[in-house]
């Protein structure tokens, strides 16, 4: 387990996975909050994403905005993991693949501009694998504005937003997706954020707080990853229930603590019934079980059957692609 004991690092992680500013100095904020010097603060950043404990500062997209998404997953012969994964990562469209514990042993993200790019990307990698690939669609989420505490003050998780796409205008999937992808760390970020774009930086910090306000961008911060900083017992729980029943057993279960993420999936009917899905990020495994108890005991999800698929190894982990992109060879 990676323990992050500078205050001032701690800090960085706690305070500022959302809601970074946006303003011509980002850094020298966060560097006033924590009476640092600018540089020292980017400096910081810098050396926990070449660690590999933050992927980037950024922007993470919410689901079904502005491109597609679906979870998918494979059952691949213990012998082909390896061989199995790779073909999976060398999808530009995959942000995310874990192994998991279960005989649908890997788990993954496909995203896109649109639907056809994501049923192009789950096909490809069904023709290329031989298997038989999940495709389990998003219905609704109930929570999935994801963050980790580094103390043990309370995380702040705020409630779900209403998303106003109305307010999309051209040119901004350029710039979701190189948010999405993450911020230069040089003391004008967002400048040369809008040097790359060819755009006016003023205008593009504009589009940004517009896009924030409207729920398209879900949270602009430091994007961890869990695993390096000590959230080593991840647990995707999966429950079997009518949909009627999810209407209420959503929301509870999104709003009990340890859960970080929830939403309602379509079933693959004959393969696959599950409906309602939760993520526990936890530091151990019996914390992971204990949460998971408190959840089962939720009178909203009585009688419900549900499974564990413990993670065991992170292949790859990305922000969303939103415009379309080469697939490789």
């Known amino acids: 387990m990676c323990h992050i004991t500078d205050p001032k690092d701690r800090s960085l992680l706690d305070d500022w996975q959302r809601d970074f500013p946006v303003t011509e100095r980002p850094f020298r904020v966060l560097a006033e909050r924590l ?49 199995v994964a790779a073909i999976i990562d060398a999808e ?29 990307t789950l096909a490809r990698i069904s023709a290329r694998t031989g298997l038989q690939v999940l495709d389990l669609r998003l219905v609704r ?7 980790f505490r580094m103390s043990d003050r309370k995380q702040r998780v705020p409630g779900a937003r209403k998303v106003d796409r109305s307010v999309m205008q051209p040119g901004d999937l350029d710039l979701l997706q190189a948010l999405s992808s993450g911020l230069s760390l040089v003391p004008d970020p967002f400048a040369a954020l809008a040097r790359s774009l060819e755009r006016d930086a003023a205008e593009v910090m504009d589009r940004i707080k517009v896009l924030h306000d409207a729920g398209i961008i879900s949270r602009l911060g430091v994007i961890v990853r869990h695993r390096a900083l000590g959230w080593s017992a991840n647990a995707m729980v999966v429950w079997d229930m009518p949909a009627e029943q999810v209407d209420a057993a959503g929301p509870a279960l999104a709003a009990h603590p340890g859960v970080t993420l929830c939403y309602e ?65």
Request: proline share 7%; charged share 25%; glycine share 8%.
């Open 35 to 83: 009476e640092l010097d600018e540089g020292d603060v980017i400096d910081r950043l810098a050396r926990m994403r070449a660690a590999g404990r933050i992927t980037r500062v950024g922007a993470t997209i919410a689901p079904g905005t502005v491109s597609a998404s679906t979870l998918a997953a494979v059952s691949a012969p213990e012998e082909r993991i390896e061989e």
């Open 92 to 120: 530009p469209g995959v942000n995310h693949n874990y192994q998991r514990q279960d005989d649908w042993n890997l788990w993954f993200v496909a995203t896109g501009p649109n639907r056809e790019h994501v049923n192009d």
């Open 141 to 147: 989420p109930f929570n999935v504005d994801l963050g």
């Open 265 to 329: 999936r379509r079933p693959v009917e004959g393969v696959w019934p599950y409906r309602l899905y939760c993520m526990i990020h936890a530091r151990s495994r019996p914390e992971a079980r204990e949460v998971l108890a408190g959840a089962v005991a939720l009178p909203e999800l009585a009688g419900a059957k549900h499974r564990v698929l413990f993670s065991t190894r992170c292949f790859k982990q990305t922000g969303a692609l939103i415009k379309p992109k080469e697939v490789a060879a």
